[in-house]
DNA sequence: GTCTATAATGCGATAGAC
DNA sequence: GTCTATCGCATTATAGAC
């Protein structure tokens, strides 16, 4: 909805008035120097404007790290409202398990942010309203009242996720064909199965 | 071996000099804030001593940051080396992670920044000897020739091994059970297994 | 809405006393 | 082996011209 599609047209001098582009810029680096790592300095060299010019949106860098990964927050509390309605455990487990790793596939950089930046931990902590999103997540794949090891299990395949995202041994994976094995391999591991040969 | 006993005596004054103990520290502020998001004189405030003490040590702070990590790296390659010794991939991939989960839980916050911290991996990158570790780990587990599933299957989990270290849900989960449950779903995604039902 | 210019602070790193 | 003091530079952030 919301996709590149309208900055994408050409190397035209778009501004920092569109938030797109900002977006897109920042988060290109955040995700390969981690938010410490980027000063505004970068983005607005990226952008072709001054720091100054950062400035006019965002008035602190903390905003600006917030702005970039609050619409990806948005949509993944979508996700978890739409799969919160579902009846059954089974329907919950799998309705955010499409929309998780849709998300996640077609946001690629935003999600290694999201879980790996200690900074943009540090502040999802501090709005609580932000937080919900991972503790709903947990929730609803966790079941209720979920044992040590099903709590684990959550937390390794949510961080898991990223892994496959930016590994250069799987660069050559296609978006659907990744798609396809991260949604195998939430449900091989937060679906009942069969307890291995002990 | 190199355990934290050493310097765990008492609040004692024990000085730079004692590399375990600048390591112990360093490590602690790495895995909160990233190691951009550390600065030297923070790690000399948590050992109340000053920036230039710790100059003597290391020559750069990059050094620095490559001496907490390298031991690590080191017995992960150790690991390794006894698994690649073994006949048999069943027989490879049990010894693998059988050490490799030790070693992450043991190592609890060096992994996170091993594998989270982009500082790091730029690095790593650049020191081709210790780059080995990653590529032997990655062969070990996904055997000859994988496929796009295998490569991803193994990337998702090695990255997803830091979830449960750090994740306060899981905070309450002492090392013999995050062990064994972390070596449990190593095996289900690791091992061949039937076919889910479609 | 973006610029230049600059303030205020913190950074990594060095020099030299002890 | 650790200190004080400091250099040079990058950083976040602000003020004011255009």
């Keep these: 909805m919301t996709a590149a599609g309208s900055a994408a047209s050409a190397g035209e001098r778009r501004s920092v008035t569109d938030p797109a582009r900002l977006h897109e810029a920042a988060l290109r680096l955040f995700a390969q120097h981690g938010t410490s790592g980027t000063s505004l300095q970068m983005i607005a060299d990226e952008l072709g404007v001054t720091k100054a010019a950062l400035y006019y949106r965002y008035k602190t860098k903390d905003e600006l790290v917030l702005g970039v990964v609050r619409p990806f927050l948005e949509e993944l509390l979508r996700v978890l409202e739409a799969a919160a309605a579902r009846r059954g455990r089974r329907a919950q487990v799998e309705a955010v398990l499409t929309g998780l790793v849709d998300v996640v596939v077609r946001g690629r950089g935003l999600y290694v942010v999201l879980v790996s930046d200690p900074t943009v931990a540090h502040l999802l902590g501090e709005h609580p309203l932000l937080r919900r999103a991972g503790d709903e ?62």
């Design 137 to 198: 997540l947990v929730a609803l794949l966790a079941g209720p009242d979920p044992d040590a090891a099903a709590r684990v299990t959550v937390s390794l395949f949510l961080t898991g996720l990223v892994g496959p995202l930016h590994d250069p041994a799987c660069a050559d994976v296609d978006d659907e064909e990744l798609r396809s094995t991260l949604l195998a391999l939430g449900r091989r591991l937060l679906l009942p199965h069969r307890a291995p040969h002990r």
